[in-house]
């Protein structure tokens, strides 16, 4: 395109040409980066959440009593249960959910 662009244009008008096409290159280019920087850590996080909840699954499925800052909800009987049942209310989790539906 550049060099058909140039063929019918003066040589001063082809070097303007060229430089706004480069500007406009360059804006794009870091406009694209910028963005991608926030959807690579907003991705990371989105799986270090998913990662996290599964480890607690894994912990409280094997009897662990629980150590959450939050306070569990007593939904069932048993303890276990009732430790993966509060895991699903758990801010990080509810975080994924959101996510996910987006």
């Not at 991608?36 to 094997?62: C, D, M, P």
């Amino acid at each position: 395109m550049m060099d058909n662009t140039c063929s019918i244009l003066s040589d001063d008008d082809c070097e303007t040409f060229a430089d706004g096409s480069l500007v406009q290159v360059k804006f794009y280019i870091s406009f694209l980066l910028n963005h991608f920087k926030g959807l690579l850590v907003a991705q990371t996080r989105h799986f270090e959440n998913i990662r996290n909840v599964l480890s607690l699954y894994q912990k409280y499925k094997n009897g662990a009593t629980w150590s959450e800052t939050t306070t569990p909800k007593s939904i069932v009987s048993d303890i276990v249960e009732n430790n993966l049942l509060n895991i699903m209310i758990l801010p990080r989790t509810l975080e994924i959910s959101k996510k996910f539906l987006l």
